[in-house]
């Protein structure tokens, strides 16, 4: 069973959001690294961007397939994770915490109310 902590809001997509304040931290849940096995490469060239909800902000590659990433809210993409430049595998080995991908300001929290907690995400991936 993949690890789904109950302090954050998911997608149907697989992304995950941790919203602090104004400002949220986004990234792929446990089932999504999972799924996509070792991941290689993690491409974000949207900084500075100011994005819809479900827009994609970039990509992550594994060994054998690469997927969009999608915004769970609006905002403006204000920071990468920088050190997944050259660990990659920490989106695999740590995907709530120092896999993290992107910090967001979110612009319209209303959205948020469109995303799953932890037990509708445990239901869809079951």
């Given at each position: ?39 290689v ?15 994609v902000?970039?990509s ?6 690469v ?5 769970p809210?609006?905002?403006?993409v204000?920071e ?19 896999g ?21 995400y445990?239901e869809?991936?079951?």
């Amino acid at each position: 069973m993949a690890n789904i902590p109950q302090n954050l809001l998911y997608t149907r997509e697989h992304e995950w959001i941790r919203v602090e304040g104004t400002e949220a931290f986004v990234g792929i849940t446990d089932y999504a690294q999972s799924e996509l096995g070792e991941i290689v490469f993690v491409d974000v060239p949207t900084v500075g961007e100011t994005l819809s909800q479900n827009e994609v902000f970039g990509s992550v590659e594994a060994v054998k397939t690469v997927s969009d990433l999608n915004m769970p809210a609006s905002g403006e993409v204000i920071e990468f994770n920088e050190t997944l430049n050259d660990q990659p595998e920490l989106v695999n080995n740590d995907p709530y915490g120092e896999g993290w991908m992107i910090r967001i300001s979110v612009t319209d929290s209303s959205e948020l109310g469109n995303s799953l907690d932890a037990a509708a995400y445990a239901e869809l991936i079951k």
